[in-house]
């Protein structure tokens, strides 16, 4: 069946098949065919699906399949571009674009890991359009799907075809690709000629490469060659890590040369001199059960970082007892192993064994610190949490940390409720330490603090001066904005209108001027506006940019803007854009940004870039370059919206608009309000995975995902990919969003906290804020938290004034 539907696809593009390469500027604005969103939707929910715009009668036109086809692609509808990729191919002969067609079909069929037919297509490509100019790339998809399908040997032909025919561009990326390849399939010298290659073809680290290399002469038995790779990479190397990996396959070689003291040898290197490695976990294993001798406190050590608390508490007992001048390394560790054991109480007795007895140790300081910590944290017993830290300062007035420790102690004794205590502690911070970003920062806590222990005079007094010390605008309308609500709360109504006018006028566009505003109209935050209008046209509105840009820049008129010019002949730029194309987005998106920032100086080049990111769908790149456009034309904050509306459609772009705008109606979620947290979360990148796990463009984790797909049953089979897809990102993320906004009975404050830090903690911090979300913001104990839900309510107001249609 898959044969006869390539058949017949093959047919149709014989007859006429058509693609041009680039997306239109406006990919993604509004899809011909969907739906669009006109204005006057109601503030919080929507109401009722989007206009849709008249239908044309007349037939459309490639270009309008072809835009459809490569925003849908985009989207992740692989099915539905397909059949745009068909209808774009019935109006043209030209075979040059009937294989750049037969290219999207297939890759197409390779996001929905339909491999057989991916392959016949590519293959035609190869077959019936030898002199395309997409030919290079569709070896290079090939290879990637013979990969996927574990055809390694014509994988790695694939990928020498390919660079017979685009080489000098990614032969680094082409090269590792066909020696992974050629390992696969056991030709074990051709792979190690490729790595080669590759490293000479690299500018950047090429350890990765060179390790692969020594597993190639490993794999083939050349034993010689192997160790000679792997001692020149452990000799080369500063990173422990790497170090530790060197050693684990030195010793394995030399075990299967029959040569154990030497394999011994290496893993002991390790053990001693790298413990925080899990290949020193595997050599010491090796090394205990051949009933090698191994320091008990280098073994103690190896299994606290290898996670293996048991074993670390009983190496750190052996030795413990059997060294009466140890150090305290052992007390510390052992403290550690057995609090990530749940064994508490042990652990404040080791930890205040070694206070007692090791006062000269480099960890003596720390043993104090973890001590405090493991009394609030683990036991819940602030004071005494807050009085160990009295004491070591007691000890040490002078100590190096003393004003962490005494913030510290301060925020210890406001997460147990002693507020004034707290309070105090922060403000006389800044008359011992005048000097110290900190004891600011304390200063303003010491405000909020008083604020809650409701006393609004001392309140005042903290805030005030914290003003008047202020540096940033955003401080001082943070100040402003806290004297107004110690206003309030003594019944000054006047004075309180007067502060917040402060704030808002010091930056109307800055989290706390926003706030400040809604505080004086009486608005609920995070609403979004009534009525808005999310229509543009960007190929319309480009005239009126370049002419702006012409003028500011003195740009001459004999300069094409509409062409990439130089810039397609810079090397980074053709790295980048042909990475982007094989669908290596995060390495396309580095070279992106290094280039972007290599352009900083040049309005020319600069803009030629963003518009080009703007049609691949780089989205990032497209809006920083956007913004330092208008940052180089010396525009304010507040002018940039006055500058022309291409500039701030791009920066404040409506990607990915049609699955938002379904997404915001099925759950009753403002559309801007889901494009400012996407803007937030991914800067519209679909493919990005962060350090913690999260995927895609709501950064979501999978198990979070996978909860919400098994308890709606959509999508079907879920697997942790599907995040990659926007599709399903989007609306299971609006999915998310929508519960936690329903569980907090419409506190966005807190819904957004929980989005971003959790439920519990959220709930958390809801019952120390009660009804007032300012001071449910202030008492986020996590910066990123505090900073992204600031930051959603920036660019939703920047979205607002830019989309905002008032009757």
């Known amino acids: 069946m898959h044969k006869n539907r390539i058949f017949l696809i093959i047919i149709e593009l014989l007859l006429g098949i058509a693609l041009a390469c680039n997306l239109p500027l406006s990919a993604l604005e509004s899809t011909p065919g969907m739906p669009q969103q006109g204005a006057s939707t109601q503030s919080g929910a929507l109401s009722g699906n989007p206009t849709p715009m008249p239908t044309s009668t007349s037939t459309p036109t490639p270009s309008e399949h072809l835009r459809n086809a490569m925003s849908l692609m985009l989207l992740g509808e692989y099915a539905q571009a397909r059949e745009e990729f068909r209808q774009v191919a019935l109006n043209t002969a030209d075979v040059e674009i009937q294989a750049q067609a037969l290219l999207g079909i297939g890759q197409s069929y390779y996001q929905e890991n339909n491999l057989t037919e991916a392959i016949e297509t590519f293959r035609t490509i190869i077959e019936e359009h030898p002199p395309s100019t997409v030919l290079p790339e569709a070896y290079f998809w090939l290879g990637r799907v013979y990969d996927a399908q574990g055809d390694y040997t014509n994988a790695a032909e694939a990928y020498t075809r390919f660079l017979e025919r685009k080489p000098g ?5 082409a090269q590792t690709l066909r020696g992974d390849a050629l390992m696969k399939a056991g030709n074990y010298s051709e792979a190690i000629q490729a790595f080669q290659a590759a490293i000479q073809a690299t500018t950047g680290d090429t350890t990765a490469l060179q390790i692969k290399i020594g597993e190639a002469y490993a794999a083939a038995n050349d034993y010689s060659n192997a160790l000679t790779q792997f001692l020149s990479i452990y000799e080369g190397s500063t990173n422990d890590y790497i170090k530790a990996q060197m050693n684990l396959r030195i010793g ?6 029959g040569y154990p003291e030497q394999a011994y040898a290496r ?5 001693n001199n790298f413990p925080r490695s ?9 090394l205990v059960n051949a009933g090698q001798p191994v320091s008990e406190l280098q073994r103690g050590l190896v299994d606290y970082y290898a996670g293996q608390y048991g074993y670390a508490v009983e190496a750190f007992t052996r030795y413990i007892n059997s060294t009466p001048d140890h150090d305290g390394r052992a007390h510390y560790y052992r403290a550690l192993s057995w609090r990530a054991l749940g064994k508490i109480t042990e652990a404040v007795q080791e930890l205040q064994n070694l206070i007692q007895t090791h006062p000269n140790d480099p960890l003596w300081p720390n043993a104090w610190r973890e001590l405090a910590y493991t009394q609030w944290a683990y036991l819940e017993n602030y004071e005494a949490a807050a009085n160990t830290l009295k004491a070591y300062l007691k000890q040490v007035p002078t100590a190096a940390d003393a004003i962490e420790i005494r913030f510290e102690t301060a925020r210890i004794l406001e997460r147990g409720g002693y507020l004034t205590e707290a309070a105090t502690l922060w403000e006389n911070l800044i008359s011992d330490y005048p000097s110290s970003d900190l004891s600011y920062r304390a200063l ?9 222990a409701q006393k609004y005079a001392q309140a005042l007094t903290a805030l005030q001066r914290y003003l008047v010390l202020g540096d940033t605008s955003a401080d001082r309308a943070a100040a402003w904005l806290w004297i107004g609500k110690c206003h309030i709360a003594n019944g000054n109504l006047e004075e309180a209108h007067k502060a917040w006018q402060e704030a808002a006028a010091i930056d109307a566009l800055e989290y706390y001027g926003i706030r400040a505003q809604q505080l004086l109209n009486d608005a609920p935050p995070f609403t979004g506006p009534t009525h808005y209008d999310l229509g543009y046209d960007l190929e ?17 008129p004999e300069i094409d803007l509409k062409d990439l010019g130089e810039l397609a002949n810079s090397p980074q730029f053709q790295r980048a854009d042909l990475l982007w194309r094989l669908g290596y987005f995060i390495e396309a998106r580095s070279e992106f940004e290094a280039l972007r920032q290599s352009l900083e100086n040049d309005p020319v080049n600069l803009y030629r870039l963003m518009n080009h990111t703007l049609e691949l769908g780089a989205f990032r790149t497209a809006i920083f370059a956007a913004r330092r456009l208008l940052d180089l034309a010396s525009l304010t904050p507040a002018q940039t919206l006055e500058a022309p509306s291409f500039f701030n459609h791009i920066r404040f772009g409506l990607y990915y608009k049609p699955l938002i705008m379904e997404a915001a109606t099925r759950e009753n979620l403002h559309p801007l309000l889901l494009f400012s947290l996407i803007r937030q979360e991914s800067f519209f990148e679909s493919f990005i995975q962060s350090s913690a796990g999260a995927y895609g463009l709501m950064q979501l984790m999978p198990a979070t995902a996978a909860d919400l797909a098994n308890r709606y049953g959509w999508p079907s089979d ?11 990102n989007i609306r299971l993320g609006a999915r998310y969003l929508a519960l936690q906004r329903d569980y907090f009975n419409g506190n966005w404050y807190a819904a957004l906290a929980a989005y971003n830090a959790g439920p519990g903690n959220a709930k958390i911090w809801l019952d120390l804020a009660g009804d007032d979300p300012d001071l449910f913001l202030e008492i986020i104990r ?23 249609r008032k009757p």
């Open 169 to 173: 561009i990614i032969d680094d990326l």
């Open 252 to 257: 394995q070689i030399y075990l299967q040369l």
């Open 267 to 271: 893993f002991l290197d390790s053990v």
């Open 278 to 286: 899990y290949d020193s976990y595997s050599g010491l294993v090796a």
């Open 444 to 452: 303003y806590l010491a405000g909020i603090t008083y604020y809650r």
């Open 540 to 556: 319309q509105e480009r005239p009126q940019a370049e002419a702006w840009l012409r003028e500011k820049f003195g740009i001459a």
């Open 718 to 728: 879920f697997q942790e990919q599907d995040l990659l897809n926007p599709g399903v």
């Open 782 to 804: 996590f910066p990123e938290t505090q900073n992204y839900i600031r930051q959603v309510a920036e660019f939703l107001e920047l979205y607002t004034r830019i989309y905002e």
